[in-house]
């Protein structure tokens, strides 16, 4: 007779031992809540200009020392299955906008808080998200009337920089300026006739040493490495790019050459030298003087190349030389030929410079407009420039931004204020039980003003009271003024602290449909884990 072994009643005994299952409010709703508050807790005390630094050690032990939430979140490889919902929605805000990523998580994070509290009242969930997607609704109609008009020429330095200003700012307080004015520049200079901007155009290169203030733009690229061969400074080069190494052809086919004397040892050795002198005397008559191949270079080769005064660039990744070719116009060749005059491209001054202890060769191009800029970064420490670099790549992206809507809207927490005012009020109309959760929707909107004011140093409620004050006498514009000794409201428009109509958009409706799904799930079942246990790996495996 066979033993009948009782097995855990309900939906357990459907899965295979060792799976989980979370169910209902108690074990599934709330601890999502819970495991998204405390993600949205650790990102808001970053926030803003005052926003705290983190440290964060990746899985490969390296550090990182920032206050991006984008960057934080990257690295810490979140493994709840809810808070990850928080973290897809702010990466989809890093690749929409570049920008906002900490705004989404706070906001989700105080919707659902606030959502926590409604269902303890008891409302039904789906009340709760219906009101929630309602109030969305209502603010994302609001949002396009609180502009203050758009930027009408990107190219005018003065209009544009304000906007990449607010978005350096909550990165690197009091270098926001300077940085700033450089990165609107190399965005200007590379912004095409047609307004169709690439990201990917301006290039990053850091270099040790010097202070954040010594950083500068260059029209062109620039790498951190020395040339092959004698010649250091060419001026209105002509350029030729290999994509092969420039070193004598290894044939397809085998082939085996009998020797039978020193003579004929010579006169083999000696063909291979006039075949190579040849080709670079080809490359050399065409008026090309200075070669960037992306693989190695033989001795003979450079010998030649020296011979011959042409100068001789060797570029270790591919990606670099196509930017390179894109930058001064090339086209890069598979053989060693010589090139025809359309395949070369064309650059002002190519040089080698050393900048602190770091050599660099620089390709520059003299007029207004190139393809391509290079932001050189200088700083103490690796880790500094690494945060600049993330500084950068947010104003870059805040520019982008502008080019596909160039509206934009009072910041310092004006917006999200004014929108709780009109939403709160908007909630009070309605006669359902979802005027509650409206009502909520406009209570999590705060969050951006209270962290703001917290991370300064002020008494949140005090802030609140006085920002809500100046929206209701209708100055729609008033923000917190982080800078003053005491808890005080400013004009954020006369500031010119500017937020994008765009940003705010996405981060609104990123925010409220990741907590609408988070609080859509009513069950957690979790499979077992693949494989058997995990096998000790010895330390010392490499002794033997």
């Known amino acids: 007779m066979a033993l009948h072994v009782p097995r855990a009643p309900g939906f357990a005994q459907m899965m295979k031992e060792g799976a989980k299952h979370f169910s209902g409010l108690e074990e599934a709703v709330y601890r999502n809540i819970d495991a998204c508050k405390e993600l949205a807790k650790t990102t808001i005390s970053a926030f803003g200009p005052h926003g705290q630094n983190k440290i964060v050690i990746n899985h490969l032990e390296k550090l990182f020392i920032t206050?991006?939430?984008a960057t934080i979140l990257r690295e810490l490889e979140v493994e709840h299955p809810a808070a990850k919902i928080l973290v897809m929605a702010s990466q989809q805000q890093e690749q929409e906008c570049g920008d906002g990523t900490n705004f989404v998580l706070g906001f989700a994070g105080a919707l659902l808080e606030n959502a926590e509290e409604l269902l303890k009242m008891g409302l039904s969930v789906a009340e709760v998200t219906e009101g929630y997607e309602m109030a969305l609704k209502k603010a994302l109609d609001i949002l396009p009337g609180l502009s203050l008009g758009n930027i009408k020429n990107l190219r005018n330095k003065e209009e544009a920089l304000p906007a990449v200003r607010s978005a350096i700012m909550s990165k690197q307080y009091g270098n926001e300026d300077f940085l700033a004015g450089i990165i609107t520049d190399a965005c200007i200079s590379i912004l095409p006739e047609k307004i169709s901007f690439n990201v990917d155009n301006i290039r990053v290169c850091k270099i040790?040493?010097?202070g954040i203030l010594q950083s500068t733009v260059v029209q062109g690229m620039v790498f951190k490495r020395l040339v092959e061969g004698d010649v250091t400074k060419v001026d209105k080069a002509k350029v030729v790019v290999f994509s092969c190494p420039l070193d004598s052809m290894q044939t397809e086919t085998k082939g085996t050459v009998l020797i039978k004397n020193a003579d004929e040892l010579l006169s083999f050795s000696k063909g291979e030298e006039n075949l190579m002198e040849e080709q670079i005397k080809e490359i050399a008559d065409s008026g090309v003087n200075v070669i960037v191949t992306g693989g190695k270079v033989g001795d003979l080769a450079l010998h030649y190349a020296n011979k011959?005064?042409?100068?001789?660039?060797?570029?270790?990744?591919?990606?670099?030389v196509r930017r390179l070719c894109k930058s001064i116009g090339a086209t890069a060749l598979p053989k060693i030929t010589a090139p025809t005059t359309e395949e070369c491209g064309y650059c002002d001054s190519v040089l080698v410079d050393e900048v602190g202890d770091t050599p660099v060769i620089t390709?520059?191009?003299?007029?207004?407009?190139s393809p391509i800029a290079t932001v050189v970064i200088r700083g103490s420490t690796e880790n500094i420039m690494d945060d600049i670099e993330r500084a950068v790549d947010d104003g870059v992206n805040t520019f982008k931004a502008l080019t596909k809507d160039s509206r934009i809207v009072s910041g310092a927490g004006s917006v999200e204020i004014e929108l709780a005012r009109q939403i709160s009020t908007f909630g009070e109309s309605l006669s359902g039980l979802e005027q509650y959760s409206v009502k909520k929707f406009a209570e999590s909107l705060e969050v951006v003003p209270k962290a703001l004011a917290k991370?300064?140093?002020?008494k949140e409620t005090e802030v609140l009271s006085k920002l809500y004050a100046a929206h209701h006498e209708e100055r729609v514009n008033a923000g917190i003024d982080i800078e003053a000794e005491v808890a005080s409201v400013l004009d954020a428009a006369e500031a010119k602290i500017y937020d994008l109509l765009i940003t705010k958009f996405w981060g609104l409706k990123f925010a409220t449909s990741a907590a609408c799904t988070v609080l859509r799930v009513d069950q957690i079942i979790m499979a077992k884990r693949a494989g058997g246990p995990k096998a000790k790996q010895n330390k010392d495996w490499d002794e033997d």
């Open 308 to 320: 011959y005064k042409l100068m001789v660039v060797r570029l270790l990744s591919k990606w670099d």
């Open 67 to 69: 206050n991006d939430a």
């Open 455 to 458: 991370n300064a140093g002020f």
């Open 208 to 210: 040790l040493g010097a």
């Open 363 to 369: 390709f520059k191009q003299d007029q207004k407009e």
